[in-house]
């Protein structure tokens, strides 16, 4: 379905410009396991923080 979300920044992302860019992108996405309901990240840093995953679990 091509993507669903876009943010654009400044130098570089840190923990709060990816919060609020999950926030965002969950905003567009659908329960599981519907379609444009699968997030996939790799191993940086900022994707492991717990407020990220608690952000992606409560919706």
């Known amino acids: 379905d091509g993507i ?3 943010e ?7 923990t709060e410009t ?4 999950i926030d965002g992108l969950l905003k567009n996405m659908q329960p599981y ?5 699968v997030i996939v ?3 940086c840093k900022i ?3 717990p407020n990220i995953q608690s952000m992606i ?3």
């Open 4 to 6: 669903i979300h876009c």
């Open 8 to 14: 654009v920044v400044e130098g570089s992302f840190c």
């Open 18 to 21: 990816f919060t609020q860019f």
């Open 33 to 37: 396991p519907a379609p444009k309901s």
């Open 41 to 43: 990240m790799d191993n």
């Open 47 to 49: 994707h492991k923080h």
């Open 57 to 59: 679990e409560a919706r």
